[in-house]
C-alpha cells in the first residue's frame, strides 16, 4: 500500500524559505507523477506543482511561478518542494499526492494517493 509522509513544513517569516519533503513507501516511486496541493483554512484544496515521474516536466500554479521549485529523487523516492521568498497567503496545510500515471496534472481528482499534510505558516 502506498505510504506518503510530508515534512519540512513550519513557522517562517515573510520573505523566507522553506522545503518540504514527501518521503513515498509501498510502491514502486519513480514512473509515478507527484504533485504537491494546499489547503487554507475556509479554502478549497489548491493546485501549486506538479512533476513527471522522469522530472523532466514540471507545472506551477500562477501564484508561486517563480518562487517554488518542485524536484524529485527517484532514487531516495522522495520529492521536495522548494519555496522561496514566502508570503503570508501562502500560509496553508500542503499535502503531497502521487499519480497512477507518469503524466503531470493539475487536478486534486487525478491523484489516487495523498499525504496526511505538513502545515505552513507565514507571518508578516
Known amino acids: 500500500q502506498v505510504r506518503l509522509v510530508e515534512s519540512g513544513g513550519g513557522l517562517v517569516q515573510a520573505g523566507g524559505s522553506l522545503r518540504l519533503s514527501c518521503a513515498a513507501s509501498g510502491r514502486t516511486f519513480s514512473r509515478y507523477a507527484m504533485g504537491w496541493f494546499r489547503q487554507a483554512p475556509g479554502k478549497e484544496r489548491e493546485f501549486v506543482s506538479t512533476i513527471s515521474w522522469t522530472g523532466g516536466i514540471t507545472t506551477y500554479a500562477e501564484s508561486v511561478k517563480g518562487r517554488f521549485t518542485i524536484s524529485r529523487d527517484n532514487a531516495k523516492n522522495t520529492v521536495y518542494l522548494q519555496m522561496n521568498s514566502l508570503k503570508p497567503e501562502d500560509t496553508a496545510v500542503y499535502y503531497c499526492?502521487?499519480?497512477?500515471?507518469?503524466?503531470?496534472?493539475?487536478?486534486?481528482?487525478?491523484?489516487?494517493?495523498w499525504g496526511q499534510g505538513t502545515q505552513v505558516t507565514v507571518s508578516s
Open positions: 499526492a502521487q499519480r497512477r500515471t507518469g503524466a503531470v496534472g493539475q487536478k486534486a481528482g487525478e491523484y489516487d494517493y
